[in-house]
């Protein structure tokens, strides 16, 4: 719509006939978020015309007017509508619409309208705005909301809408409040910094009673989640920074409500039962008696529960009041159980028992790492606008909502840990360790669309040998990043060394010769059945010598014995058969796989066939079709011999080795190889930090190393 329109545009807005004005805001709707279109509008006098359009009208027309503030406020124009004394009749209209209309299009719009106006508060300046310029934020909407307090209500439920929009919008308000009331800018402006301070844990309890964490939970799970992406990891990041926030707390017995929780969990233990029959039941002698009630007072009243000391607000330095909410969330859901654990332990020697507070502590710093509360930020979902499908199950993490249970079930696998390794007091930073891992297993590792249910039985019912042995591999990773470069140039050149170790081994049983079968079947040129073949390499390394005996010599007959040989220049390929029957299927060597099948009095039927070019010429050119001929085939007596006769001639002829058996032999020289360089390596000459060379004062030479 051209700028020269707008007079007649106003002028059917304020028409007094329904149809005109509904087509009016309609066409403005579409306009009004360009800038230079917006500018003119509300200089011509504009805002004065929307604002009753939202007041009177309904339908449709109200649903437009209310898409067109919404779209001028969009391009950061038209605050104007919220200043002045008028102000406040606005927002509780809009207010009243999101409490009592029922039709999607004009909740959408409402929701829209107010997400704006309490997240300009964000955007204004540092310092507050007075009454002459009106109020932004959960401020402007207070006095609304005390004429309507169902407000809070109504907008949680409409995060069950099926209305994906709607919902939405809904979540976006929801961020916009909680945003508004962790901002510094929002404890100025009340004027008084702690009081300011303390808006945002009751604006957070009054929307989790509504079931605001249920409802964002479903829908972080749900399959509509790609309309609903950015406001979802909006929420999810908020809960880190309120985790943060809670843990920034620091515990303070001046503070009524945190005397009471730390008198929660003390009443919650049932310490009349820990003294019976007139002695302490906690085995740590006599009791004092306190000057006001006359009572007896077990003197380790905190360290029974699990504390380190008899200050229980040190133990929180680290978790803060999140820790707290964590330890009196547990013990008020999980009290019975709590105090018969309390009882089992108190029948224990001190370093036996498991420090109940201290786990829980601990368990609440392994959620907040595991979820990386401390990178949450109130400025950093800025990066998640076009967050893709297939990065959901990456990025959403639905099981951060589910702290409090998360939290439990992993407090009742530590005690589940600690009893199955038989742990005391001194093994605890192992445990913490091993629980650690068996969080970010399953935890870490379990889908988005995963039910907190299913976690919870995981957590209790993995198996302790296999987190042991998962245990293990992170520690050969952490080594192997550690010390990974290092390690790799020298098995590098480790590796070279015991092929070159394992070929002169390979190439000396050649040089040794060795006896081979000959089947029943094979005669020689005159005809005489010769069942066994002597072959040896000569000592120059240049032919391979072999005659065949009737029988075998108890000596090993020497060269001169020996008529046939072949020049290992006009060898062309060293073949082995993997085939357990006697057929003249063959592989070729990068493939071959040698198998001892002797059995009984049987003979093995293990080949090694030796091939040449059929035309000599071929093996100066290196032509591809060349054909081969068999010259020699030889059947070894064991496996052994086969694997050193077939890797041998591969490795004197310069390729690589294929059994078994010479890989395992490679590997275990240079594992020793790799274990001797070790035993060299000081421990500071490694990364940084890698350790303090221990003394050997008072040590002899009296030792040794197990390879």
Known sequence: MDQADIPALLSRLASPEDAARKMAVFKLQSSINDPAFAD???????????????????????????????????????????????ASELVE??????????????????????VALVGHSQSSGPEPPSQDHGAFGFRALKPAVAVYPQFFDV???????????????????????????LSTKSVMASGNGKAGGEEWPKLMKRLQDLGLIKAVYKLMQGSGLQDLAHPALEFQNLNKVVLRKWRDVKVDLERPEHRRSLKSLHLSSAPDRSTTNGHNREGSGDTTTTKKEGRKHNPEKWRRLGFETESPAQDFDVAGYLGMMDLTDYVRKNEDRFQKLLLEQATKPLHERCPIARASLS????????????????????????????DYDRVFRPLLLQWPRLHTAGLHAFFRVWKATGAVLEDFEKVAELVRILIERVAGQSPRTSDVMEVEDELQEYDI??????????????????????????????????????????????????????????KDETGEKKPWRFAKLSHNRRYLHYTDFEKQMAQDPGLNSL???????????????????????????????????????????????????????????????AKEQPILALWPTSHSVASEWLDGMLMILNQAPITAETSKLVNLVGGYGLKIRLLNVRMDEGPAGGGIVPSREGLDEDYFYEV
């Open 40 to 86: 003119v509008f509300i200089s011509s006098g504009g805002l004065v015309v929307l604002r009753r359009l939202i007041m009177s009208s309904g339908g449709n027309t109200l649903a437009y007017s209310l898409q067109s503030l919404t779209r001028l406020l969009e391009v950061d124009m038209g605050w104007d509508i919220f200043e002045g004394p008028t």
């Open 93 to 114: 209209r809009i207010v009243e619409l999101i409490v009592t209309n029922p039709l999607v299009n004009i909740l959408r719009g409402a929701m829209s309208i107010l």
């Open 155 to 181: 907008v949680v439920q409409q995060l069950n809408s099926a209305d994906h929009a709607l919902c939405a919008n809904a979540l976006m308000l929801v961020n916009a409040l909680i945003r508004d009331a």
């Open 363 to 390: 368990v609440t710093m392994m959620l907040y790492e595991h979820f990386d509360v401390d990178k949450a930020d109130m400025e950093d979902m800025k990066g998640y606008q076009g967050v893709e499908t297939k």
């Open 465 to 522: 040998s296999r987190l042991r042995e998962l245990q293990m591999e992170l520690l050969q990773m952490s080594f192997e990043e550690t010390w990974g470069k290092h390690l790799y140039q020298v098995r590098d050149v480790l590796k070279q060394e015991a092929l070159q170790f394992v070929k002169e081994q390979r190439v000396r049983c050649l040089l040794q010769g060795a006896w081979f079968h000959r089947p029943a079947s094979q």
């Open 563 to 625: 008529q046939e040989k072949i020049d290992l220049t006009t060898i062309s390929s060293v073949v082995s058969n993997v085939s357990a029957s006697n057929d003249d299927s063959k592989t070729t060597a990068s493939g071959a796989t040698i198998q001892n099948i002797t059995s009984g009095g049987e003979k093995s039927t293990t080949k090694i066939t030796i091939y040449s070019f059929v035309n000599p010429a071929d093996a100066v050119t290196g032509n591809a079709d």
